[in-house]
Every structure is written in C-alpha cells, then in structure tokens.
C-alpha cells in the first residue's frame, strides 16, 4: 500500500508544489534513456508522472506504474500524459512486458523493506527487461545518514497554492532500527485548518548489500554513478539483463 503523501488525493496534488519544480534528480534518467538509445522506458514507482511525460515528450514508448491512484490522477493531468501508458499496480503488474530500460528515482528502491518483496522486485524487472536491457535507479548511501536532517527546523516549507491556500510542512524522524528508518510528514492547511500526515518507512542498504541482491537476480550491476543533484550521498546503479540467454 502506498503511504498517505501519495495515496490521500489532497497531498498528491501537493506534491509537485513542495518538490523543485526543475527536477534536476531526473535529467539523469533522460540522459540514460538517450546514452543507452532506450527506446521503450518503463517507470515504476512514477508517482505523480514527472519521469514519465518528459520522456513521452522526447517520442518515448512510456509506460508509468504506481501503487497510488491519487498520483496516478495528478500524473494523467500533464502535458504529454495521453502518451503514457499508466497502470496502477506494483512490479507484478508488469509481467509480459518486454523494455529497454526500467527506472525507480527518488526512494523508490527503498520502499521495498522486506528482503522477499525487494528480490520479488528485482526478479520481476529483470523479467520485464529485453536482453541488454538495462534497471537503473538510485539509493541513498546509508554511510551518509540522511535521516540526521529529517527534523521540522531543516525541512520546515511554506508554499501558497494555485487558489492561494496556505500550507506548511515539515519532516519529523520517528525510528531509527536500522536497517529501517521511519519519518513523518506533516501538513497543515491554513484554508480550513486541516492537518494530515504521512508515515513512511525507508530501507538503507549498502552498495555490497544491493550488488549481492542484483546478482542473486540475475542482473549484471554495469556502473554505480552519484547523483548529480546529491552528490556524495546517493549511489546511481547501472544495471543489465545479460544478452546471453
């Protein structure tokens, strides 16, 4: 099930307005997609569907796949939307697809905080990949511990909405037992006095960890770059279905 920020359609319409609206943490997805020639991209995890119509827009085949109906809604709305193909469902949902490349940005691979579920994943992506296909996605280094800003003074943010409602919100950490981390985002609307807030949970592994877990799932782990708009605190895995089958 998809935490509240993406599933409770009020926080979905919200989640572009407090993410950068340039979106650099995705130019390098589009620049995967032109460097491997991919020419059929799947997007798991697209949320609101930022990845999926930017790449739709360049002449992409783009099908966008999310747990959460509210963000598929916001996804539909954008330019370039009705040449996606959106599916509301997990990675089991994409059995019988055959892509060039598979993306999970953001935290998407970290969601999955059952060994079972994340090897079901990876098995699952490699099956949707065609030979020489490639899974790219990004992992915060837990070496870096992100969660030690996760607290209302560093990620306090106002915005005013398009019908000029205030909202403010802010991150506060709840546990830490790693390998687990959880957090809440909290939101209050000054229209009418709402406070809604979403739980999440995050597993951090380590780059041995998820190159063992890859291998086990028969993917080949091709590079491991950093995030140009993190930049040493993200590991960028590169990985590919082997042409030999």
Known sequence: MADQLFEEPRLADLYDLF??????????????????????VLDLGCGTGNLACRLA?????????????ASLAVARRKPFAERVQWLHGTAASIAGMRVDMITMTGNVAQVFVTDVEWAATLRDCRAALRPG????????????????????????????TPAGERVESWTDLLDVQLPLVTFRHTFVFHGDGQVLTSDSTLR???????????TAAGLCVEDVRDAPDRPGLEFVFVTTRPLSE
């Open 57 to 69: 827009a360049l002449g992409k085949t783009v099908t966008g796949v999310d747990p959460a109906l």
């Open 133 to 160: 296909g490639r899974l790219v996605f990004e992992v915060r280094d837990p070496a870096r511990e992100a969660w030690q800003n996760w607290n209302r003074a560093r990620t306090y943010e106002e915005i005013v």
């Open 19 to 40: 993410d950068s609206p340039e979106r650099e943490d995705l130019d390098p997805y589009v620049a995967m997609a032109a460097e491997f020639d991919a020419q059929s």
């Open 204 to 214: 951090f592994r380590s780059k041995a960890e998820i190159t063992d877990d890859l």
